[in-house]
T-cell receptor, first 109, second 115 residues
Framework: GQSLEQPSEVTAVEGAIVQINCTYQ??????LSWYQQHDGGAPTFLSY????GLEETGRFSSFLSRSDSYGYLLLQELQMKDSASYFC??????????FGSGTKLNVKP | EAQVTQNPRYLITVTGKKLTVTCSQN?????MSWYRQDPGLGLRQIYY???????DKGDVPEGYKVSRKEKRNFPLILESPSPNQTSLYFC??????????????FGDGTRLSIL
């Protein structure tokens, strides 16, 4: 079967750096995406990695190691508005997507 | 404004009463998909469509039907809803990218309660 594992909850203080890990086991792999979802809201796309290495987009970076079936999302200079749930998602087939169960990030002042 | 619109946003209904959740996008996207979100389980793909009249099953299709008669619309149909289909449902759309980044745009969600 398909599985994506990520921590259920992470807490950090404003201004800090936090890393959210994702390990996956899927039949087929095209790339790893990250989505943010605020309470009661729609998921919004953050980043995508198809190849090994680090992708940076402003305060957010995402890393992938295909050989380890592992990736992470790095959030720097945390702000209160970053409090949300973060989902990793694998594009496992041409049109199939599998999401992790989500990591709830609590940012404290 | 580019958007994915779902209706209704909230619905409480009873077992066995057929219902349809509509989804419409104005971005001319080929790809559309339905997900359900349950606590602790993340988003699970129900059905997807690559274009008009092309649909296929996702991970959890049982109890659901879809249709894609027009590019912009992708309704989700529950012919005989049951309580285990109580969930938060999201419709998403994207351009169809064969193997690369295919960021999905999500609607605001439909919260269904089936009693």
């Amino acid at each position: 079967g398909q599985s994506l594992e990520q921590p259920s909850e992470v807490t950090a203080v404003e201004g800090a750096i936090v890393q959210i890990n994702c390990t996956y086991q899927t039949s087929g792999f095209y790339g790893l995406s990250w989505y943010q979802q605020h309470d009661g809201g729609a998921p919004t796309f953050l980043s995508y990695n198809a190849l090994d290495g680090l992708e940076e987009t402003g305060r957010f970076s995402s890393f992938l190691s295909r050989s380890d079936s592992y990736g992470y999302l790095l959030l720097q200079e945390l702000q209160m508005k970053d409090s949300a749930s973060y989902f990793c998602a694998v594009r496992a087939g041409f049109n199939k997507f599998y999401f992790g169960s989500g990591t709830k990030l609590n940012v404290k002042p | 404004e580019a958007q994915v619109t779902q209706n209704p946003r909230y619905l409480i209904t009873v077992t066995g009463k057929k219902l349809t959740v509509t989804c419409s996008q104005n971005m001319n996207h080929e790809y559309m998909s339905w997900y359900r979100q349950d606590p602790g389980l993340g988003l699970r793909q129900i059905y997807y469509s690559m274009n008009v009249e092309v649909t296929d099953k996702g991970d959890v299709p049982e109890g659901y039907k879809v249709s894609r008669k027009e590019k912009r619309n992708f309704p989700l149909i529950l012919e005989s809803p049951s309580p285990n289909q109580t969930s938060l449902y999201f419709c998403a759309s994207s351009l169809l990218v064969p193997t690369g980044n295919q960021p999905q745009h999500f609607g605001d969600g439909t919260r269904l309660s089936i009693l």
